[in-house]
């Protein structure tokens, strides 16, 4: 159980989450004073003069009870703000960097198989022997041979 942890905190995968992370809330940290300290009074100033100028107080005179409606569309703005600059910085370079390395692959030759090996130097055992060349895994002489029990005859 204990091993299996450690192989997940050493893939180097929980790393980048961490800086992600770090990097995350520093990010939301800037853009919230920057929606908090620009954004929300340009807000405040077109419905009065002071912060609470888009706000409704359900009870009057207890402060608790004022809904502030600029500090909802303050958390729109700094929502958008942080998908954007996700998006834009971090998920569209990594979507063309997976494409290129699937391009990649594509253009390279595949490797061939074990068997494709074992014929091709079957083949070219044969071919030193002059023994007539085989195509798949068995030639129709040998097929005829072992189901009657005799040996094919080679050409030369």
């Not at 909802?72 to 600059?85: E, L, M, P, Y």
């Not at 569209?92 to 699937?102: A, H, Y």
């Not at 061939?112 to 060349?133: K, M, S, Y």
């Amino acid at each position: 159980m204990l091993k299996g942890f450690k192989d997940f905190l050493m893939r180097g995968n929980i790393i980048d989450l961490a800086v992600a992370v770090v990097v995350g809330s520093a990010f939301t940290a800037l853009v919230t004073a920057f929606t908090t300290s620009i954004i929300k009074p340009l807000i405040a100033a077109t419905g009065g003069g002071n912060v609470t100028g888009l706000s409704l107080t359900v009870v009057p005179g207890n402060n608790a009870s004022t809904i502030d409606f600029a500090a909802v569309i303050n958390a729109v703005i700094t929502f958008f703000i942080t998908a954007a600059v996700v998006y834009f910085l971090f998920v569209v370079p990594m979507n063309k960097i997976s494409e290129r390395r699937k391009k990649g692959k594509e253009e390279g030759q595949s490797e061939p198989t074990d068997v494709e090996l074992l014929l091709e130097i079957r083949n070219l055992l044969r071919a030193e022997q002059g023994l007539p060349h085989i195509e798949g895994l068995a030639s129709t002489e040998e097929k005829t041979a072992s189901t009657n029990g005799g040996t094919a005859s080679s050409r030369n």
